[in-house]
């Protein structure tokens, strides 16, 4: 069956770094938009980043130029690099193909 596993989360500093990983098995992984979304305490789940097959990607307006997806189709894996994070991206980070979802991994932002 299709499973994501996410991975990356944690406690970081406002302003510091983290890398999430969501690798992919039981699917043809490259055949497929994939997408992060993130769910704040209280705060519906929303669409943080997208990236096409062909690489082409998207962002919510509260991450352009903090935020960077990418996908490695070779490895089944889809990445989000996080910079200068702020507490207000404290939250549970979900993959998705819009199919099927990983069970999420943490990023706390706090000093």
């Known amino acids: 069956q299709v499973q994501l596993v996410e991975s990356g989360g944690g406690l970081v500093q406002p302003g510091g770094s983290l890398r999430l990983s969501c690798v992919a098995s039981?699917?043809?992984?490259?055949?497929?938009?994939m997408f992060w979304y993130r769910q704040a305490p209280g705060k519906q789940r929303e669409l943080v980043a997208s990236?096409?097959?062909?690489?082409?990607?998207n962002y919510v307006d509260s991450v352009k130029g903090r935020f960077t997806i990418s996908r490695d189709n070779a490895k089944n894996t889809v990445y989000l690099q996080m910079n200068s994070l702020k507490p207000d991206d404290t939250a549970v980070y979900y993959c998705?193909?819009?199919?099927?979802w990983g069970k999420g991994t943490l990023v706390t932002v706090s000093s």
């Open positions: 990236i096409t097959r062909g690489g082409t990607t």
């Open positions: 998705s193909d819009m199919n099927y």
């Open positions: 039981g699917t043809i992984f490259s055949a497929y938009v």
